[in-house]
């Protein structure tokens, strides 16, 4: 994945121009652009790790503790 291929979203890191360029082109190549399902669970307490998130449109809600539906 190339640094054009974030779709804008590096102008929503705070850090991006702090950044060399090897270190944004890498941020690039690790990047997944995803798209979730209203009310689609992201992810849970006892998943792995999902690194950062940027929400680039719409919006999540974080539970604390168990949800109960």
Sequence with gaps: MTSHSLDGAESQLPFWDDLTQAQRELVA???LIKHFAKDEVVNRADSSCMGLVLI???GIRAYR???VR
């Design 65 to 67: 503790g168990k949800v």
């Design 29 to 31: 190549e690790c990047s």
């Design 56 to 58: 680039l449109s719409g």
